[in-house]
């Protein structure tokens, strides 16, 4: 088979059923939702919710081929709603004939609410089955009624037998892989490969190309992988390797033992390797009630806006809103109060888990209920609140227990 000297080893190499499929097993596995779907021909609408490389847009394509339905694609970067338009009345024509319209939309976070209301009713309807693909979290970035009607599904970043199966692949495939050089490489090259890859299917495969064909060595070795990868000068920093778990332990201890000139260290080398701004962003809102909490109240209020911040800011200009939120809570005064009242709460229902709640806190919505007792006595105004209530809202075990101690 020939192919276009231009196309990449990942597109050269996208499954195009799911048996060439790799990952994934919880969805296209023997007992799988999606293969199940295929197999039954029935198709409804969806989103694919998972890391880049994890095979969403693969998935759809498979699963367009496979019901024998006119389909388009759309990237939600550069397409809007009179490109959607178009695809509504080619729909509305295929519907004459029975012929089903199925509409890819890659980052379909991308799109703003205009752009997803018009889709809305055609989906809605049926005119037209939306399958959707995103990296972000679609309970915030797909409107909650374009949400409701699609199933969701997780995909999950590519285990590491998973990547070695692509790479083994894309090594003896003389005919669209590049078997044709005659290459090897090595186990602890592999390794590096794999783990630098971050678990992302085309990552691995162009970096894998880049290494066969640009170095003249048999055997690929781990020194060509870090020239591949060109890491940077903090080094290596693979998100699933000890260092990385390192820097941000010592980032989060940093801020916790009130050290803003360590912790801005370690969030430029964290930024500087590439991490994920709203992971930091997201273990500052933790640290803000577990270091912080009671001993400054404004403490979770100022991480959650930094985090919102973030999002909607975007890189490189969010490194100045996540030094920002680091010096404020490396600055603050510590407390583990919150953390310890939770942990003594948790230590209690192990020792006592299933005490019967107090008559006066049950809830009473049948006569028979309030025969019972429930609800009596409880009362809710300013004037029964705290020690004044003379109630106890702990189980009877538990009445004098104290968890939360300021």
């Given at each position: 088979?020939?192919?276009n ?8 190499l ?91 939309i ?59 199966k692509?790479v ?9 892989g ?10 602890e ?7 630098l890859?971050?678990?992302d299917?085309?990552i ?9 064909t ?11 992988i ?19 778990y ?62 919102e ?26 407390s ?8 003594k709460?948790k ?5 006592f888990?299933n005490e019967?709640?107090?008559?006066h ?27 004044k ?16 101690e300021?």
């Amino acid at each position: 088979m020939c192919y276009n000297i231009f196309m990449n080893l990942s597109y050269r190499l996208r499954p195009k059923n799911l048996d060439e499929f790799v990952g994934q097993s919880h969805l296209v596995g023997k007992d799988g939702i999606i293969r199940k779907m295929i197999e039954s021909n029935s198709l409804y609408s969806i989103i694919f919710w998972g890391p880049p490389g994890s095979g969403k847009t693969t998935l759809a394509k498979i699963i367009a081929q496979n019901s024998n339905s006119d389909f388009h694609i759309l990237s939600a970067v550069s397409t809007g709603k009179e490109d959607l338009r178009k695809i509504i009345q080619n729909a509305q024509d295929n519907k004459l004939f029975g012929k089903r319209t199925v509409l890819f939309i890659d980052e379909i976070h991308r799109w703003n609410k205009a752009q997803q209301d018009a889709l809305l009713p055609n989906v809605e309807n049926g005119l037209i089955t939306l399958i959707g693909a995103t990296t972000e979290n679609p309970s915030f970035e797909v409107i909650s009624a374009l949400l409701s009607r699609c199933r969701l599904f997780v995909l999950k970043s590519l285990e590491d037998q998973d990547l070695e199966k692509i790479v083994d692949k894309a090594l003896s495939n003389t005919e669209m892989g590049v078997g044709k050089y005659k290459k090897k490489i090595n186990s602890e090259a592999k390794e590096l490969l794999i783990r630098l890859s971050g678990g992302d299917a085309r990552i691995i495969l162009n970096a894998l190309e880049m290494a066969v064909t640009t170095y003249k060595e048999k055997t690929i070795s781990p020194e060509i992988i870090k020239q591949v990868f060109q890491t940077k000068s903090a080094g290596i920093y693979d998100k699933k390797a000890d260092e990385h778990y390192n820097i941000i332990s010592a980032f989060i201890k940093s801020v916790r033992g009130s050290d803003p000139d360590a912790a801005l260290y370690y969030l430029a080398r964290m930024l500087e390797n590439g991490e994920d701004p709203k992971f930091i962003a997201r273990r500052m809102i933790i640290l803000a009630s577990e270091d912080i909490g009671m001993a400054d109240r404004g403490a979770l209020i100022q991480a959650n806006i930094a985090f919102e911040a973030v999002h909607k800011v975007g890189m490189p200009e969010a490194q100045l809103i996540l030094a920002h939120i680091v010096i404020y809570l490396a600055k603050a005064p510590k407390s583990r109060v919150v953390a310890n009242a939770l942990e003594k709460a948790k230590a209690a229902v192990y020792e006592f888990p299933n005490e019967p709640i107090p008559l006066h806190l049950r809830n009473a919505t049948t006569k028979f209920m309030k025969n019972l007792g429930y609800a009596k006595d409880y009362k809710w105004s300013k004037d029964y609140v705290g020690p004044k209530s003379n109630l106890s809202f702990l189980p009877e075990k538990l009445k004098n227990k104290k968890f939360y101690e300021p």
